[in-house]
Nanobody, 120 residues
Framework: QVQLVESGGGLVQPGGSLRLSCAAS????????MRWYRQAPGKERELVAT???????SYADSVKGRFTVSRENAKNTMSLQMNSLKPEDTAVYYC??????????????WGQGTQVTVSS
């Protein structure tokens, strides 16, 4: 069994910052690419940021220059530093991870999500 647990969401004013974290645990032999997605009410889930096991990153155009994704491979964790937050960043943020289990199979798993609300 695998768990991805997000934390760090909350209510913040426009222009403020939040840092989200995702901790992976369970039957994981090795973590591969990890991602942050978000889903706003009435909208489809969208990819926000990606980080490979080697540390290569990519971002949605809407968050470039404001969000930074990072990870600590030794701790199986990933973070998303979100600065200059806008009301349109309001969404549930989900952690997603590709991993190999102890049978050598490649799998993907999702966290339960954490709410981020940007409002004055």
């Amino acid at each position: 069994q695998v768990q991805l647990v997000e934390s760090g969401g909350g209510l913040v004013q426009p222009g403020g910052s939040l840092r989200l974290s995702c901790a992976a645990s369970g039957s994981i032999f090795s973590l591969s690419t990890m991602r942050w997605y978000r889903q706003a009410p009435g909208k489809e889930r969208e990819l926000v940021a990606t980080i490979t096991s080697g540390g290569q990153t990519s971002y949605a155009d809407s968050v470039k220059g404001r969000f930074t994704v990072s990870r600590e491979n030794a701790k199986n964790t990933m973070s998303l530093q979100m600065n200059s937050l806008k009301p349109e960043d309001t969404a549930v943020y989900y952690c997603n991870a590709d991993y190999s289990d102890y049978s050598g199979r490649l799998r993907t798993w999702w966290g339960q999500g954490t709410q981020v609300t940007v409002s004055s």
